[in-house]
């Protein structure tokens, strides 16, 4: 088992000597853990939009709230999880946080099967799902101590961008594994769909187990927990004084919460509103671009600045915006859907442009507790979004009401972040 005496990541020659060698490791490690806990965190955005087609009878809004939940619970996880590595240590959390996955995988695979769950059984299922939305917080500060300022846009946006492929992965692999019987007599009967289709909705979950378990033994065999970086809840929670730490919590949700918002949300909305449409052939392509893009924008970042990359990419998520609802008035799918993933791309560049702005605003260990930390408030966009879009059709028949509230909060975000990172005589350059 490996084990690290000392770690000085900006000190040059440590680093080409020994400190690189490590720091990859546990970062590939660490990407394997997290893209299954996006996996198992954005599996309703599939299962919610099929139940009904298996004989379950959910309302359109119950529907949205088993989409919306695991959004809440993983949200509100990482404002915990974000102070636990210093605590417990990186290679620790990791193996906990990813065995605790089996829990939702397991009973997601074993409820889907009855049409007879109770509601309030699938509610508890998908509020679970949080257990993987938690995960992102801890492997985002982990993964920070790991490296030089030099580096640390381009490896969080490795760590998040592949670790936020497990969303597209759910929504690509899904609709394939449930049409044969995967595990054989072990993963259960099949289940008829309204058209006669046998289908065995049981693999969107089941699929998961194995990767899981050799994964947490892959982290117990192969992450250290650093030296140097203990530090109590206490210590950590300097961060809040800081005006820096709101700041950045506001942008942050602007972007990832709207990515893995729209990830939540897309399936349902398309199929609401194009019903011709069959949305599990598309649902993956914008947050598979999304994720892919990220460590592009940690990259771009490193190049040319954060602030500079963020205040850009901000103007392309309006404008996106701006078209989806366009087209979506004019019925129009291929441009909703071209339009879309300009949304998703833009919100992937801005998720690693303003990460890598974080480690230059603050000092390593805040810069720690910052990035978990903002990454905790922006899930809540997971359930804010779904819901907003549930709201916005319940009260309206459409979608628009939501998408304006959208508009408005990236608007605001271009102005604070100008203000405050890139406009000539700026509080930070970053």
């Not at 394997?32 to 009878?57: K, P």
């Not at 939501?402 to 930070?428: C, D, N, P, Q, T």
Request: glycine share 10%; with cysteine; net charge neutral.
């Amino acid at each position: 088992m490996p084990r690290i005496k000392k770690w000085e990541p900006e000190n040059e020659a440590f680093w080409e000597q020994e400190g690189k060698y490590h720091a990859r490791r546990n970062l590939w490690i660490s990407i394997s853990a997290l893209f299954l806990a996006f996996a198992v965190w954005q599996i309703w955005s599939v299962i919610a939009a099929n139940l009904n087609d298996i004989g379950f009878t959910y309302t359109e809004s119950e529907l949205f709230l088993l989409a919306a939940l695991p959004g809440l619970t993983g949200a509100t996880l990482r404002i915990f999880y974000t102070f636990l590595v210093p605590v417990f240590g990186g290679r620790n959390w990791t193996i906990i946080s990813t065995a605790s996955l089996l829990i939702p995988a397991i009973g997601i695979g074993v409820a889907v099967q009855n049409p007879e769950t109770p509601f309030i059984t699938m509610a508890i299922l998908a509020a679970l799902c949080g257990f993987g939305g938690g995960n992102f917080a801890s492997s985002m500060s982990n993964i920070s101590f790991f490296y030089p300022k030099k580096a640390k846009g381009t490896a969080l946006g490795l760590n998040a961008g592949i670790g936020n492929l497990g969303v597209s992965a759910v929504q690509l692999l899904s609709p394939l594994v449930i049409t044969i019987a995967l595990f054989g007599p072990l993963g259960g009967g099949s289940q008829v769909m309204g058209d006669g289709s046998e289908v065995y909705m049981q693999n969107a979950a089941f699929i998961w187990v194995l990767p899981i378990v050799l994964t947490v033994i892959a982290a117990f065999f192969g992450m250290d927990n650093l030296p140097g970086v203990k530090a109590s809840f206490k210590e950590q929670a300097v961060i809040f004084k800081n005006k820096h730490t709101w700041i950045m919590t506001w942008l942050y949700t602007m972007c990832f919460g709207s990515f893995i918002g729209y990830a939540a949300a897309f399936p349902l909305l398309t199929r609401t509103e194009f019903p011709e449409v069959n949305v599990f052939q598309i649902a993956f392509i914008g947050p598979l671009l999304g994720a892919l893009i990220r460590p592009v924008g940690g990259w771009l970042s490193d190049k040319l600045g954060g602030a500079f990359v963020t205040f850009w990419d901000i103007i392309l998520l309006i404008a996106g915006t701006l078209g989806v609802m366009y087209f979506y008035n004019a019925g129009n799918f291929a441009g909703f859907l071209t339009m879309f993933i300009i949304v998703f791309i833009a919100t992937g560049i801005a998720n690693g442009s303003t990460f890598r702005m974080i480690p230059f605003i603050f000092e390593q260990k805040e810069a720690a507790a910052v990035l978990g930390f903002t990454s905790a408030i922006a899930a809540y966009g997971a359930f804010l979004i779904p819901s907003l879009f549930g709201w916005s059709i319940s009260l309206t028949g459409m979608a628009n009401l939501a998408l304006i509230i959208f508009i408005v909060y990236y608007v605001i975000s271009l102005g604070i972040h100008w203000y405050y990172y890139s406009r000539k005589g700026a509080e930070v350059k970053c």
